[in-house]
């Protein structure tokens, strides 16, 4: 892609000659020169199982091409199949040796693995405490997945007999009705992937147990060819034992990645592109900025040193700074003689990198509608049969669970009438989650307040569960996204007088589902009188209309009155009735909260959520008092939170300023000393990558973060502009379309010149993407790679659009746009 250098210009060569061999790095990996064996630093899920994240990984050359190594239950398994609990990794007796421990406790299975270095590659032995239990004999067995975008198109040999790796799974599938696939190959000593290819070249050699090899996306269209050896039956010590050989071109070293903003820049903003370097890589000192006229030509037009940024993570950075160059037109920056792709300097470099997430993606995100886009049709009215009520003392798939308490005048299993009407599918997995929803709600208000978004290209017929995109009707595409998020909050506040947690779908297969929404049920009320395949007018046999859970929660229904009572602003002048609705209703859940002690959570077993009850108590007040023109009950309640602003200030400074009109002077005087510590906090931690922006380390990539903290700044700034500058949200809006690590690709599909256009959403399995969703972006593979595939739309850590993160990026570009305008 632009931004890399070819592989093959910066390789010593490309024949069979190896890199040194494997040692133990203080890190527990086993690292050679173009070589990466990650052992166990990244543990399966204990809410999605398997993440394709997992065991032993090899990063060859620079790309992530195996995973998973460990010892599984199922032959090909999918995400919700059974995964071993990691205990503990330790240095082994041999040298560049690591022993790790693991265990299925369920089923009395505990093992060890022993990775040790070995001649051009590394040994896998696995012992077992006691052999297989006989119920696990004949399935129990040590994977290793790879890569499928890594090797569609080439070759395999299993011994000496040949085969080719399939671009579409083909089968073969077993003939017994299971749905498991058969091997594509199988009893073979020794197996080799690639052979013909120096790059992705592995072969792995089993001392006492035959390989098979498998295309596990015969059974899900998520799954990786996996290298598989059956556990033999008595077997204990060295049950398994494989000899892996990756290939290693000697003094292999990854091309440059030349980092900037994909949408390009206005002419007075800074203008820093990044440099990220292999170590190994002895780059020149020097960039370059072309421009390209109109006959072809790059003209040079501005030549720097760049500027070490120092090491992070594994790679090292430079800067280049061209912030001097003005004139409006179309540049590239060359560097270590290549070109990237082409980027605009131009008074309107921001002024629609917006547009598409509202009309297009949004849009098409819209629950309990149909959406048609020209002549694509993008879902058939959708979940017409919402919902049932989920039964207690469930943990359900995707963290949604239950208590004993259904908090819900409905028994399990009975149609919960009035759900079906309004509302987004959070993600690529068709659920409704309740303070997404409400995210979205409140990000687009914030924006119409903040910004403007007079722009309408999409009509929106509710009471014909009709939306067409590209067709205006005369109405704010905003205003109509606004209010179809608030008819499902509203829907469930009537129905149960609380919010929820969520709908989402009561089977795993159902809840597998790609491709239209308006297929996944079959929108017809179920009735348990009838047959499975029994159909009577609205109603059915069939098993499948989403559940509700229906937990009452505080910190739920403080983001949904905050929701609400910013949605009755944005509704006014349009639907009165509607908006005098939604502020009464924000105002009850508000007032039932101000009593009593709140439990936190936000209904779903997320750990990386930083919701919390208290600081949703504080955003709620705060729209309440908005919404109010200054109404003395909230002024009164948010000064007695200010405990809660000052212990939370980096996730409430946003809310908090703008309550700053409606309060008196001593409220903004409590403020600037919050805002003083803030930025000298974040002007530090930024200094520890050079991006400038909060970089997520967990198990999910944090582009979401990163725009709230653009949008965050951009409050501060206007709040405070004496403090707080515009480098914050310029620097987010630059991590998101594109200056980032691992590659230089717009994390927004379709903004910018390059930009990620092979996404998780619900087309996911067609290898394409959503216009403007915005992935999650770049994930810190542990301990020390960055990663963000640009081929396999799967890894949903990465690549699953969402809702709310796109609504975020919404806020991000706005605010972006505002500063770029104070310095033209």
Known sequence: ???????????????????????????????????????????????????????????????????????????????????????????????????????????????????????????????????????????????????????????????????????????????????????????????????????????????????????????????????????????????????????????????????????????????????????????????????????????????????????????????????????????????????????????????????????????GQMDHVGIREQHRVWSAPSHLDDARQAPPNITHFDGYKMGASLDSPFKAGQHIPGLAVGGFQDAGDYDIQTPENASVVRDLVWARELFGLDWDETSVDEAARAVEIRKPDGVEDAVQQIRHGTLQLLAQYKVFGHAIVGIVDPALRQYAHLGDGGSQTDNLTYDPRLKATEKKLATSGAQDDRWAFTTDLPANNLIVAGALAGSSRALQASDPTMAAEALAAAKALWTKQQRGTAQAGDGRDDSSSRRSPDAANVSATIELLITTKGDKLYADRLRQLMPVIQQNFQWLGGPAVRAIPFMDAGYRAQLEPLVRAMIAKVDQDMTKNPFGVPISDGAWAGSNQVASFGTTMYLLHKAFPVIVGTDHTLNAIDYVLGRHPANNLSLVSTVGTQSKLIGYGHNRADYSFIPGGMVPGVLIVKPDFPELKTDWPFLWFENEYTVSTTSAYILAARAAMAVTAETP
């Open 1 to 363: 892609m632009s931004g890399l250098l070819a592989s093959v210009g910066l390789m010593a060569g490309t024949g069979i000659v190896h890199a040194g061999p494997l040692t133990v790095t203080p890190a527990e990996t086993l690292e050679t020169q173009g070589l990466t064996v990650i052992l166990d630093q990244n543990p399966f899920s204990p809410i999605f199982f398997d993440e394709k994240n997992a065991g032993i990984q090899i990063v060859l050359h620079g790309d992530r091409i195996a995973t998973d190594g460990a010892v599984r239950l199922d032959r090909t398994p999918e995400q919700w199949a059974p995964v071993p609990a990691f205990v503990s990794r330790t240095r082994g007796t041999e040298p560049n040796q690591i022993v790790v421990r693991s265990a299925y406790k369920d089923v009395n299975l505990n093992y060890v693995v022993k990775v040790t270095a070995e001649g051009e590659g590394f040994r896998i032995a696995v012992d077992l405490d006691q052999p297989l239990p006989a119920a696990l004999a004949g399935k129990a067995g040590f994977n290793l997945d790879f890569l499928p975008t890594a090797y569609f198109g080439k070759s395999y040999l299993m011994d000496t007999a040949p085969g080719l790796f399939p671009r579409h799974p083909t089968g073969p599938m077993a003939k017994d009705g299971s749905g498991d696939p058969l091997p594509l190959a199988s009893n073979g000593k020794s197996l080799t992937l690639a052979p013909e290819d120096p790059v992705t070249r592995v072969t792995i050699t089993s001392d006492n147990a035959p390989l098979s090899l498998y295309d596990a996306r015969n059974r899900a269209q998520n799954g990786w060819f996996v290298v598989r050896s059956l556990i033999p039956a008595g077997a204990k010590e060295n049950a398994i034992v494989w000899h892996v050989r990756p290939n290693v071109v000697k003094n292999w070293v990854r091309p440059p990645v030349v980092s900037f903003n994909q949408a390009g820049y206005t002419p007075g903003r800074r203008k820093i592109a990044l440099i990220e370097l292999d170590p190994n890589f002895k780059g020149p000192g020097e960039a370059e900025l072309v421009k390209l006229t109109a006959d072809g030509r790059k003209q040079p037009v501005f030549r720097a040193k760049t500027q070490s940024r120092g090491r992070w993570t594994r790679y090292d950075y430079a800067a280049f700074d061209f912030s001097s160059v003005r004139e409006p037109g179309v540049y590239a920056i060359s560097y270590a003689g290549a070109t990237t792709n082409p980027f605009r300097i131009s008074p309107d470099a921001y002024g629609r990198i917006w547009q598409t997430s509202l009309d297009t993606f949004i849009a």
